[in-house]
């Protein structure tokens, strides 16, 4: 969204917004303390220092700071007065802090979300007098930390050139190839992406790919990385997740990696946003391995969710669609992906008994805030279970994300302005059945999703299914460790 990124052009080192912050709030503070002003503090009022701090320096703080993704700060007292109004409404239409997923829905790790307690606390004072307060009362200004987030990585790539994105237009997708140049496969536990100018990086995905073709794409195109649309041009042989404004890197839990096989190339899709000037973005990524050789993966596996043809014009188109899991799995996480036009997505699993679990529902889907949500504790689906996947779209010309006017059919593609309706979910494996799941042929990349499914979409169940067969095991998280090098 334009607005986004217009605000938040000043690149201003943390260790200066942290002083920064520290000092406009107890200077303001001791300055206020002075005036006549709000007779909070006699009347017992919510005031900003006691009550209203600690939850905007919690939940807001992260993003509405200077060279972050949000507008503006709210870091001071005179910062959070002057928005007061636009506040009051964002937090209760719960716009505000940004998270798409429905509450209840799937339970989230890194939920961004108000209590009801939170939301009446700062209503009590928004609605009051506004009173500062004491300043002994202030929390301290929170800290960020500089750098990387988890540490000094194994591992720091960096695009080798830097690429020119242009001052206006349309928002630009460009893929670039970071040969990671690994000998050995390696286990990955966490990954921090760190874009070079977040004025104009909207997101990353990061994807693997061990066929060497977007290092084709790449230099066969003059410029650093290559453009492909919205797509990739390739069949991703796995994934390490993304990057979106506010998104904190976090490493997987103990015993748990994402394999990386050797020879694989990291290739960052980064969705650019014009800034009004000419800037250039050279990313840095940095990947932590783990420790140990975990015993489980944590791998993705592609599902369709339904076929797409939207008329123009039509507001309330629906898909869906259901598949029965064939073998049980321990689902880690979900990653929705659909585009613009796309309002809403649903998913549902049946367990055999009949009980029914929500996997995650997007009421109000938003391009500009996709992310893979894991889930706190990884949730077990038997065999058996039916998964049902819902999306809608507005494909009128009220709908003011429509990139298209007047409105046009749209139907399944890799352009901004086509659509999709995919889900990705995470699932864990056992280490020894990583060789036979990498998927080798044509896929998302090469419009497979038009096609609507049939074999390709349980790819890797079905692989998983085979293995079972072979081992004369069911391939559950119980399964004992197998040696590697068998089957095929
Ligand atoms: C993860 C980042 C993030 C967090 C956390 C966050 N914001 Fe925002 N905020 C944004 C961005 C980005 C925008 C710009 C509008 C948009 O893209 O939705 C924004 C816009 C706003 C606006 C202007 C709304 C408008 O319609 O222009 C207000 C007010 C606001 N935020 C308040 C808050 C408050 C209060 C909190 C904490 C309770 C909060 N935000 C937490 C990122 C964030």
Redesign the pocket.
Known sequence: ?V??FV??GLAVSVVGIVLAARCSGTAHAAEVAGTPGPSANLTGGPTFNKDVAP??FE??????RPG?????S?LTYAD?KK?AK??D???TSR????WRPEHGYGDFIGE?R?TDGQIDT?EGWLKSEKAEGNAADLPAAPKFPQGWQLGEPDLVLKMPEAYTVKAEGRDEFRIFVLPLNLTEDKYVEAVEYRPGNRKIVHHALLYLDTSGRAKQLDDADPLPGYGHGGGLGFMPSGGLGGWA??VTPRRLPDGIGRLVKKGSDLVLQTHFHPSGKVETEQSTVGLYFAKKTPQKLFISTMQIGGRLDIPAGEKNYETSRSFVVPTDVKLSGVFPHAHLLCKEVQVTATLPDGKELPIIWIKDWDW?WQDEYLYQHPIDIPQGTKVFMRFRYDNSADNPRNPTTPPRRVRWGEQTQDEMALVFFQILIDRQMADLITPRGRGIARGQGAAGGGDRRQFIFQKLMEAARRNGTAPTNDSKPKEAGEGK
């Not at 716009?95 to 940004?98: G, I, K, R």
């Open positions: 969204m607005k986004t605000g938040a939850i905007v939940h807001c703080a992260s993003c509405h972050e993704v949000a507008p503006f709210l959070v928005h636009e506040i409404q964002v937090i716009q505000m802090p940004p961004r108000l700062l404004p506010g500009d």
